[in-house]
């Protein structure tokens, strides 16, 4: 089955820096690449995601990343602010099976004012 | 538009007792799925339902099990609870279409296993 490694799994910035998180999955028919957010005791949210014909993907202050052919995929967060500290999940799935996502273990950002 | 609920948000149970979990997904959508969550070993799939039927089943034991309501409103279920199932139960859902991939989450149904 599919697996997902997520690093680091803790990262502490400034405000105003930029923060990268880094994911490899080992399934080559993976093919859709979402990130969640988590804040303290909330659900996780949806905040980007990339299909694998896609090579970078913005949005506004995030971006994500993907290297088929390395198999990685990674999360850029440029100008942090306070309320991005969260917990990053990274995951991976196969279009025919959006809901059955394989996640990586969560990296825990924060951001210091 | 209403989110995803799920009841009980938490709950207490003894080793041996049995649990069952429920969870009502945003109108419309037909597919909810269900998630492990504990502090180990972050988000893990258990099952995913869509038209009342299992599609994906995650690598939990026979313990484990759901089903799915003609309305789309799931059930998990777990017996003979063990100290390590204690953990977030995440139900999600999901409309129908291409590129639909986005997971609506619930809060979670925090089970404590004493």
Not at chain 2, 9 to 28: A, F, H, N
Not at chain 2, 50 to 71: A, C, D, L
Not at chain 2, 96 to 113: A, I
């Given at each position: 089955g599919e697996n997902v490694e997520q690093h680091p799994s803790t990262l502490s910035v400034q405000e105003g820096d930029s923060a990268v998180i880094k994911c490899t999955y080992s399934d080559s028919a993976s093919n859709y690449f979402p990130w969640y957010k988590q804040e303290l005791g909330?659900?996780?949210?949806?905040?980007?995601?990339?299909?694998s014909n896609v090579g970078e993907k913005k949005d506004q202050r995030i971006a994500v990343t993907l290297n088929k052919t390395a198999k990685h995929f990674s999360l850029h967060i440029t100008e942090t602010q306070p309320e991005d500290s969260a917990v990053y999940f990274c995951a991976a799935s196969w279009s025919s099976g959006y809901s059955t996502l394989t996640f990586g273990k969560g990296t825990m950002l924060l951001v210091s004012p | 538009k209403a989110g995803v609920t799920q009841t009980p948000?938490?709950?207490?149970?003894?080793?041996?007792?049995?649990?069952?979990?429920?969870?009502?997904?945003?109108?419309?959508h037909r597919s909810v799925s269900w998630?492990?969550?504990?502090?180990?070993?972050?988000?893990?799939?258990?099952?995913?339902?869509?038209?009342?039927?299992?599609?994906?089943?995650?690598?939990?034991?026979?313990?484990?099990?759901?089903?799915?309501?003609?309305?789309?409103?799931?059930?998990?279920?777990?017996?003979?609870?063990?100290?390590?199932?204690?953990?977030?139960?995440?139900?999600?859902?999901?409309?129908?279409?291409?590129?639909?991939?986005?997971?609506?989450?619930?809060?979670?149904?925090?089970?404590?296993?004493?």
């Open positions: 909330k659900r996780p949210q949806l905040i980007i995601d990339i299909r | 948000r938490y709950l207490i149970k003894t080793r041996g007792q049995q649990v069952t979990l429920s969870c009502s997904p945003i109108s419309g998630y492990q969550q504990t502090p180990g070993q972050g988000l893990q799939f258990l099952f995913e339902y869509f038209s009342e039927t299992q599609r994906n089943k995650g690598n939990f034991p026979g313990r484990f099990s759901g089903r799915q309501f003609s309305n789309s409103r799931s059930e998990m279920n777990v017996s003979t609870l063990e100290l390590g199932d204690s953990a977030l139960y995440l139900c999600a859902s999901r409309g129908t279409g291409p590129n639909t991939g986005e997971l609506f989450f619930g809060e979670g149904s925090r089970l404590t296993v004493l």
